[in-house]
């Protein structure tokens, strides 16, 4: 009970005590959605195939993701760590884009499957409210699988390694309370952001001048900050199962 505890509360912990790293990860956020963005309007305004654009969107955004990623587990567990808003960029964080990578490719090799068999139950039992949730649930059914090896970020930057059995080893026991830590966190943000989207309206970015929107700007700065917070609530959780896991090892 104590771990669950810890493991929920590292990352508003973090947050708490570190809100300029947090506006400097937000930031970064923000600029991770504007370049993903340009990329995506290049892409409409070129004639590119379809899903062209939305590929090289997510393969700009990866850098950042990374940096980011990296630099709120160096916060957790290297606090000491001297460095602005714990930001580097080096081989670790460079190992961190191809673990991202990696982990999206498997993501999407469960979600796909598990969205259209979703999909196919819903239409075969006429239950409109399962089909049209297939997507969400798909994408769940990714979560619960990769949050068996949530620890081995926490080991990347903690060790400078990648141990798929010491992350398996790791979240033994405490499987339950990373999935519930980590689907509640994605459930949160994707509401909020949804919420903050609704209220504030932005128009569409169909061209170059719609990036320039006051209204775009600040629906893209409140999905940044709550994915950034929902990242630091993830991360405590792998974080936190890694450094009890350490010093279990020990």
């Known amino acids: 009970m104590a771990i669950f505890r810890e493991a929920a509360l590292a990352g508003p912990r973090l947050i708490a005590r570190a809100p300029l790293p947090l506006l400097a990860w937000t930031l970064i956020r923000i600029a991770q959605q504007y370049a993903s963005l340009a990329v995506l309007i290049g892409a409409r305004q070129a004639g590119a195939g379809l899903g ?16 980011v990623l990296t630099a709120i587990l160096r916060a957790e567990l290297k606090p000491e760590a001297r460095a602005f808003a714990f930001l580097r960029a080096g081989q670790t964080e460079l190992r961190m884009a191809g673990l991202l990578i990696l982990a999206g490719l498997v993501g999407v090799l469960i979600a796909l499957p598990a969205s259209v068999a979703a999909a196919y139950v819903g239409f075969a039992l006429r239950q409109r409210l399962l089909a049209g949730s297939s997507l969400a649930i798909g994408s769940a059914a990714a979560i619960l699988a990769l949050a068996r090896f949530a620890p081995v970020p926490a080991m990347l930057v903690d060790h400078r390694r990648v141990d798929i059995g010491a992350a398996w080893r790791a979240s033994q026991g405490r499987y339950g309370l990373l999935a519930i830590v980590i689907l509640a966190a994605a459930a949160i943000e994707r509401g909020l952001g949804d919420l903050g989207s609704q209220l504030i309206s932005p128009a569409g970015a169909n061209g170059w001048l719609a990036l320039f929107s006051p209204l775009l700007l600040a629906s893209i700065a409140w999905r940044s900050l709550v994915g950034v917070a929902s990242l630091a609530v993830m991360a405590g959780a792998a974080a936190t199962v890694w450094r009890a896991s350490r010093q279990t090892l020990s």
């Not at 062209?52 to 940096?67: Q, Y």
């Open 52 to 67: 062209v654009g939305a590929v090289w969107s997510v393969l700009v955004a990866l850098p950042f993701e990374a940096l």
